[in-house]
């Protein structure tokens, strides 16, 4: 061993033996790090707390600056773990100042008698993971070394300031202060030229008071910011009735919503109202100054959808124009860059109408950057401004900040956080790091932490990690670790949260854009609280799933696994499904299961809007059949897509896939015909696809009068509606037409066998279970008919065959056929190409609105059949021309719905 690592290890042994032996170190005293103390120290853990601030506090401890309060509201925002807590103390006003909190948290430490453990003024600057003691060795900065069973950072999402990138910050002779290290002591600003750099929740907050103060005040903003009025005042009277009602009903609720303060989910659609119903929504949300209301209140797609969030952006834009005078500063007020909610929005006192005031200018910094800090003030690329005062409102190296900012954080094996954090932050749940034994982190990255109400998150993870550290005390454990496995899988299911809302859309620094250099990602949770506290439960009810835990006199126990596969949205729905304890379909007969399917569509949001949806009846061999036109906004004439609905050749009609139908058309921008093919029991093998031909022969022919483009048609079909696309196809091929230039399957039946893999591991748990798939067997096709290519197409001629855009989903049992089929074809020489969704059961793509983790596979689907049209856009240029524009009414048909 070299000699310089004999002295090391000889020193660190010293510092070892030195150290203080605590079961337990918290770093932190801020709202999670005083809950943990007091939950750890009443169950018997020695514990200890450093904290670099004077005193308890956390962020209210250190943000002092004027005008700083809770945007949450403090009813909200106030520990629930004891009720008799919360009953000795009532908030003076709905969003309480920095003072007032602070008190609180300080009125919380002398109740539990927590300050006697807290060393204050003590700044952790090291951990080191020892794995011979499997014990924590913590460094402090005033000398002090502590060892410690387990390590828990309750530093803080939002404690670590981010330092000035601006030249010359230090030349400035006149006074500097940063919203998040504000004084103790009064600043008076009478008087005074001040500046204030920044225009997030802090500078918002503060500008308005500083304004009433200074001589002048100029802002330097670089982003304007979404900010709602906050119509401060006594505590909402709603809301506390809402709370004395049922304290306990109340506080569950916040824990299971969204965001950590209980509100239900909207289930409206902006699509659904009209301008002035929405306007009316926006109005309320306005006058009742609450972020959480105007972020979940307004309608279902506002988050998830960028045109659905447009329309918030519009009527915020309207507001600021409304209330700033003049036009040029209300335009660089009115934020265009980001989606509202994106970027974390602020709750503000007069805000907008301060640059009404004649003593304050705005400096739009994308007009003219700052190119520096001088001895005499700030100057931009245009001009000077002489300045006695800069105030940084410059924000935090968010979430990571605190946590890096403890260096080096070494664990197993030597490995280096920094190192292992490189590229953005990797954590299980976001509480633990493989590699790390024993370390916790309260509000880590990849927790929903600062996408909530955060009290109620930091108590979640407090009572999570504590609860654990008592089952593994009863059980002999010492170490937990998290699996590289179960990480990860959480990477994986973070990424695929953050697709489901428009965080990822800006650059903030919740995706920790706002400091140079640093790894670009969202770093928050974004699946909601509710779903989390779900998942963190369900890895103990599974045995802590993803941990590797060991102890002197024990077996080691590692249930490695990653706790969800399945897309965040559709884990959702399987939920909700379960929870109402549904009837096996199978169960209730033909005409029972129908009529449920139909209630079960009557729920589900209704489709977007589309140029035009027909009712009609066409003629086939046996009789009419109806269909549903669904008709793009654009001028036609457009390509036809022939639609066969799901529904085991059961149940269903023309209607019942209507939001994948308008969804389709819109993306497409094609003519959807989706047709009432017949269904067993009544009309058995081979009614369903013989119609499907047919009405496909007879579309074809008519495709003219139904205002489609002249040349082959597409079809496509989703289940039972892709085996009829599927034979359709080979159908037409055999029959000498129609001319089919493209077919999109989507999760179709393709085949007889039920022994593929995929019939087993998906056999009961994901809505389409192997059992509702016997039944629709049984009730459609006779034994011996099934394995006739036009009821098992993969046992058909394959060549020769349009080409084809297969959708598979990893959690159905028809995923295994499908792929069978997409190969076959593939094999025989038929262009295709096939998109498996991971993560996705069978009918994850025609929920449209429900599962928007659908929308990319959709607009993959879009893009394939609008390829497949182009390559056969045969027409000659007079042909085209000819139907340009042409009003065309379809066959016997009556306008249904617009
Ligand atoms: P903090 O309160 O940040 O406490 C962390 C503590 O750890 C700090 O005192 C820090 O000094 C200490 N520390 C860090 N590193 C070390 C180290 N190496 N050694 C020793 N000590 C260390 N959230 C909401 O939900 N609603 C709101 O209305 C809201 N308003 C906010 C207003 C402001 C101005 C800010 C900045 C944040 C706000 N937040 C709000 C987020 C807020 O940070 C959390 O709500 C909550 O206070 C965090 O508590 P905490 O205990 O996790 O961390
Ligand atoms: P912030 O939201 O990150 O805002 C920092 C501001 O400084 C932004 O406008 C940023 O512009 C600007 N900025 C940063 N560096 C700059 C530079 N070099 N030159 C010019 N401008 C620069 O930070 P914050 O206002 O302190 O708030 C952080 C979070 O704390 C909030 O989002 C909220 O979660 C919490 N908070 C809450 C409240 C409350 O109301 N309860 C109050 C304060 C804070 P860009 O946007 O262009 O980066």
Same mark, same amino acid.
């Given at each position: 061993m070299p000699a310089a690592t004999v002295a090391a290890s000889a020193s660190e042994a010293t510092s070892a033996s030195r150290a203080q032996m605590m079961d337990v170190a918290v770093v932190g005293a801020g709202f999670a790090g005083l809950y943990l103390l007091h939950r750890l120290r009443k169950t018997g853990f020695a514990t200890v707390v450093f904290d670099e601030a004077g005193d308890v506090g956390g962020t209210w401890y250190w943000n002092r600056y004027p005008g700083a309060r809770c945007d949450v509201q403090t009813i909200d925002y106030s520990y629930t773990f004891d009720p008799e807590l919360e009953r000795s103390r009532t908030w003076s006003e709905r969003y309480a100042t920095q003072p007032e909190i602070l008190r609180y948290l300080g009125f919380v430490a002398d109740r539990y008698d927590l300050r006697r453990d807290i060393r204050f003024h003590t700044k952790v600057t090291a951990a080191v993971w020892n794995q011979e003691t499997e014990r924590w060795l913590l460094t402090t900065d005033n000398g002090g070394t502590v060892s410690c069973r387990?390590?828990?950072?309750?530093?803080?999402?939002?404690?670590?300031?981010?330092?000035?990138?601006?030249?010359?910050?230090?030349?400035?002779?006149?006074?500097?202060?940063?919203?998040?290290?504000?004084?103790?002591?009064?600043?008076?600003?009478?008087?005074?030229?001040?500046?204030?750099?920044?225009?997030?929740?802090?500078?918002?907050?503060?500008?308005?008071?500083?304004?009433?103060?200074?001589?002048?005040?100029?802002?330097?903003?670089?982003?304007?910011?979404?900010?709602?009025?906050?119509?401060?005042?006594?505590?909402?009277?709603?809301?506390?009735?809402?709370?004395?009602?049922?304290?306990?009903?109340?506080?569950?609720?916040?824990?299971?919503?969204?965001?950590?303060?209980?509100?239900?989910?909207?289930?409206?659609?902006?699509?659904?109202?009209?301008?002035?119903?929405?306007?009316?929504?926006?109005?309320?949300?306005?006058?009742?100054?609450?972020?959480?209301?105007?972020?979940?209140?307004?309608?279902?797609?506002?988050?998830?959808?960028?045109?659905?969030?447009?329309?918030?952006?519009?009527?915020?834009?309207?507001?600021i124009c409304a209330i700033v005078k003049d036009p040029k500063t209300a335009a660089a007020l009115s934020p265009h860059d980001h989606p509202v909610g994106s970027k974390r929005p602020c709750l503000d006192t007069n805000y907008y109408a301060t640059y009404n005031r004649p003593n304050v200018t705005l400096v739009n910094l994308r007009d003219e950057p700052i190119e520096s800090i001088t001895a005499s003030g700030i100057t931009t690329s245009k001009r000077s401004f002489d300045l006695d005062v800069i105030v940084f409102a410059t924000g935090f190296d968010a979430m990571t900040g605190a946590i890096m900012a403890v260096h080096p954080i070494t664990g197993r094996g030597g490995q280096s956080l920094s190192n292992i954090w490189a590229n953005g932050p990797k954590t299980y749940l976001g509480l633990t790091v493989a590699g790390f034994p024993n370390l916790f982190m309260i509000t880590g990255p990849g927790s929903p932490s600062v996408l909530s109400n955060m009290v109620v998150s930091i108590e979640q993870h407090v009572d999570w990690v504590v609860d654990r550290l008592i089952a593994m005390r009863e059980a002999g454990f010492t170490t937990i670790e998290a699996t590289e496995t179960a990480q990860a899988g959480w990477t994986r299911h973070r990424a695929d949260c953050s697709m489901l809302t428009l965080h990822r859309l800006a650059n903030t620094w919740y995706t920790g854009a706002n400091v140079p250099g640093k790894a670009q990602g969202v770093m928050p949770y974004t699946g909601g609280v509710g779903s989390y506290r779900g998942i963190c439960n369900e890895v103990v009810s599974r045995g802590m799933l993803g941990f590797r835990l060991t102890g002197p006199s024990v077996p080691e126990q590692c249930n490695d696994g990653e706790i969800v596969r399945l897309q965040p949205d559709v884990r959702l729905v399987l939920n909700m499904m379960a929870d109402m304890k549904l009837p096996p379909i199978e169960s209730l007969g033909a005409q029972g299961a129908r009529a449920f399917a139909a209630q079960l569509n009557a729920a589900r949001p209704a489709g977007r809007p589309v140029g035009e949806v027909v009712d009609g009846i066409l003629p086939s061999a046996d009789g009419p059949l109806p269909y549903r036109l669904y008709r793009p906004a654009t001028p036609g004439p457009h390509p036809i897509v022939i639609y066969f609905h799901g529904g085991g050749w059961v149940l269903g009609d023309q209607q019942s896939d209507d939001p994948f139908c308008r969804d389709m058309c819109r993306r497409t921008g094609m003519t959807f015909v989706s047709v009432g093919y017949r269904h067993a029991p009544e009309h058995r093998f081979p009614t369903a696809v013989e119609d499907g031909y047919a009405a496909t022969s007879w579309i074809a022919e008519h495709a003219t009068e139904f205002g489609g483009t002249l040349g082959p048609v597409l079809v496509a079909g989703w289940s039972a509606g892709g085996n009829i696309a599927a034979v359709t196809c080979q159908l037409a091929r055999d029959r000498? /037409?129609?001319?089919?230039?493209? =077919?999109? !399957?989507?999760?179709?039946?393709?085949?007889?066998?039920?022994?593929? @893999? %995929?019939?087993?591991?998906?056999?009961?748990?994901?809505?389409?279970?192997?059992?509702?798939?016997?039944?629709?067997?049984?009730?459609?096709?006779?034994?011996?008919?099934?394995?006739?290519?036009?009821?098992?197409?993969?046992?058909?001629?394959?060549?020769?065959?349009?080409?084809?855009?297969?959708?598979?989903?990893?959690?159905?049992?028809?995923?295994?056929?499908?792929?069978?089929?997409?190969?076959?074809?593939?094999?025989?020489?038929?262009?295709?190409?096939?998109?498996?969704?991971?993560?996705?059961?069978?009918?994850?793509?025609?929920?449209?609105?429900?599962?928007?983790?659908?929308?990319? /596979?959709?607009?993959?689907?879009? =893009?394939? !059949?609008?390829?497949?049209?182009?390559?056969?856009?045969?027409?000659? @240029? %007079?042909?085209?021309?000819?139907?340009?524009?042409?009003?065309?009414?379809?066959?016997?048909?009556?306008?249904?719905?617009?």
């Open positions: 387990y390590y828990i950072m309750a530093t803080g999402c939002l404690s670590s300031p981010k330092p000035p990138e601006i030249d010359g910050v230090k030349n400035f002779k006149g006074d500097v202060y940063f919203t998040g290290r504000w004084p103790h002591e009064e600043v008076k600003f009478a008087g005074k030229r001040v500046a204030v750099i920044g225009t997030g929740s802090s500078g918002i907050q503060a500008i308005p008071l500083i304004a009433e103060q200074a001589a002048h005040l100029t802002v330097f903003q670089r982003t304007p910011n979404f900010s709602l009025p906050a119509h401060n005042g006594p505590v909402s009277a709603d809301r506390v009735a809402l709370l004395e009602k049922d304290r306990a009903g109340y506080r569950e609720q916040a824990r299971w919503s969204l965001s950590g303060v209980p509100w239900q989910r909207q289930t409206v659609f902006s699509w659904q109202l009209s301008d002035a119903e929405r306007r009316e929504r926006f109005e309320k949300a306005w006058a009742r100054g609450d972020l959480v209301y105007l972020l979940t209140q307004l309608w279902a797609d506002q988050g998830v959808d960028v045109d659905g969030n447009k329309l918030v952006a519009d009527l915020f834009h309207e507001k000498g /037409g129609p001319q089919i230039s493209g =077919q999109l !399957l989507v999760c179709p039946v393709t085949d007889c066998m039920f022994d593929r @893999p %995929s019939y087993n591991e998906n056999a009961t748990d994901y809505f389409l279970t192997r059992s509702l798939m016997y039944w629709f067997w049984d009730i459609y096709c006779s034994p011996a008919d099934r394995t006739n290519p036009r009821a098992s197409p993969l046992r058909g001629k394959l060549s020769g065959l349009p080409p084809a855009f297969v959708v598979t989903c990893e959690f159905d049992p028809l995923r295994d056929e499908g792929i069978a089929y997409a190969e076959g074809l593939g094999a025989a020489g038929v262009p295709v190409e096939q998109l498996k969704a991971r993560g996705h059961f069978h009918a994850s793509f025609t929920m449209v609105d429900v599962v928007v983790t659908g929308v990319s /596979g959709r607009a993959r689907m879009a =893009q394939a !059949l609008r390829r497949f049209a182009e390559s056969h856009q045969d027409m000659t @240029p %007079s042909e085209k021309s000819v139907r340009q524009d042409r009003k065309v009414t379809p066959p016997a048909v009556h306008v249904a719905t617009g």
